[in-house]
């Protein structure tokens, strides 16, 4: 049974930094997959923001987080994290965890509001 717990989030200002944690359960072990964090901010849809292979040697990014955002992972605990730093407003999101390709489950998500 999938289960992706993901926490963290919060209200934080411009510049300011915030680290996600995704708990995740598939089944298999965790290093079987590769891992990926998404978001959905009001009114768009949901997009692939950073990942990760099974063992976190190679790591991806889009562009607009590149060099402020840090993709982790700790397969003993079947956790994942997501360090953002320098947040800027349109960071504002849902963010969720989920395997990279994503399964159809998603789970609660975190909310990061980040003011002007």
């Known amino acids: 049974q999938v289960q992706l717990v993901e926490s963290g989030g919060g209200l934080v200002q411009a510049g300011g930094s915030l680290r996600l944690s995704c708990a995740a359960a598939?089944?298999?072990?965790?290093?079987?997959?590769?891992m990926g964090w998404f978001r959905q901010a009001p009114g768009k849809e949901r997009e692939f923001v950073a990942g990760?292979?099974?063992?976190?040697?190679?790591?991806y990014y889009i562009d607009s987080v590149e060099g402020r955002f840090t993709v982790s992972r700790d397969n003993a605990k079947s956790m994942v994290y997501l360090q953002m730093n320098s947040l800027k407003p349109e960071d504002t999101a849902v963010y969720y965890c989920?395997?990279?390709?994503?399964?159809?489950?998603w789970g609660q998500g975190t909310q990061v509001t980040v003011s002007s």
């Open positions: 598939f089944g298999r072990t965790l290093d079987n997959y590769g």
């Open positions: 990760l292979s099974e063992t976190g040697i190679n790591k």
């Open positions: 989920n395997a990279n390709p994503p399964t159809n489950y």
